[in-house]
């Protein structure tokens, strides 16, 4: 018998993949759901070409029907639950469509890391990864994907009302319809066109082009939770990132705070006290985000000792 020997076929194939002819290669995947039985290509009236993914609990059901309600059909929805419960959402029509994925007490840039590989959401043009707190009266989905088009936004967010603490930078106005720049306070930014001051968002509410998701996947570490400082380190996935990151004043939303995955308002609001009071550099920036919250806390304690410390130097 003759041993049998693999052809490469494509140097190009995927790793792993390197011995399959280039007409059986299919590297991307999608949340399209399919029936059992029929023509695939009949399965879809409408072919998304959002992806929007919230982290929810069901106590805080009414504010996620509120928020998917401003999506259309353009958009495939997909709900990580933190809490376990699924099948209580069927009272939502909407929800019978949804892709549902439950793991207990774990957070969106845990299932981020984990369920939105950029080859899974390679069909989708922008991502949407959003919490589930968030008061969205003043929103369209539709109208927000045309401005973020017409401005050139790869990494963006809706505009934020004011009530609730905000950085300058993501604080809505009401004389333009996007912004990209913001001024703070002396020495607050390392540069204008420096995080906070620009090419800056929240993680709160983030929304990404399926370019600039497909670096920021790869820079989330496994270990991170809250993702305190992943907003200042989203620039280097872009080349000119402050024309490229903005603010979407004429879509805007609220942040409700609600608290979620148990009792964190400690640590929540030992986090915003540092972030009120520190100056921010890139160097600190490197080293803290991929840090879970804990350590994440004492790194960010530590550059603000040090940064004074060199103040007073």
Known sequence: MKPYYIQIHEVANPRGAESLPPGIIEPYSDF??????GDPSEDLVVKPKYL???????????????????????????????DGKTSEWDQFEWSRRAIHISVKKQTKWWYAKRFLHPNIVAQYDYIFIWDEDLDVEHFNAEEYIKLIRKYDLEISQPGLDPSYFVWSMTKKRDDVEVHKEAEDKPNWCAGPLLPPCAAFVEIMAPVFSREAWRCVWHMIQNDLVHGWGLDLALQRCLEVPHERIGVVDAQWIKHKAVPSLGNQVKTLLIQQHIHKEMLFSNTFTRKCYVHEEKRVVKCLLWAFILSFSEEGS
Do not use: C, W
């Open 32 to 37: 399209y759901l399919h029936r059992l039985q």
């Open 52 to 82: 929007l993914a919230l982290t929810v609990g069901y106590p805080q059901k009414d504010m996620v029907n509120s928020i998917v309600s401003k999506f259309s059909e353009n958009f495939s929805v997909i709900l990580f639950h933190y």
